[in-house]
């Protein structure tokens, strides 16, 4: 299992959480997807891809600065 940190500066709130997480959590090879609004990111544990996470992001509605 990979743990993936996705820098989502667009983070701001409540909303937020829920929309990027519940597209997260459709992609395959994902166990977990939990969105801290503070530090604004999504960080992502199992065997997904990591352009198929980042795409389930950006049809959220949000853009990925960057992945570590």
Excluded: Q
């Excluded at 500066?9 to 166990?31: F, L, M, Q, W, Y």
């Excluded at 609004?37 to 049809?59: K, L, M, T």
């Amino acid at each position: 299992m990979t743990t993936l940190t996705y820098s989502v500066p667009g983070i701001s709130c409540g909303h937020c959480k829920n929309a990027i997480e519940a597209e997260v959590r459709e992609v395959t090879g994902v166990d977990s997807a939990i969105v801290d609004i503070d530090a604004r990111v999504v960080v992502v544990e199992g065997s997904a891809a990591e352009d198929a996470v980042r795409a389930a992001v950006i049809e959220a509605g949000y853009e990925v600065e960057s992945v570590s």
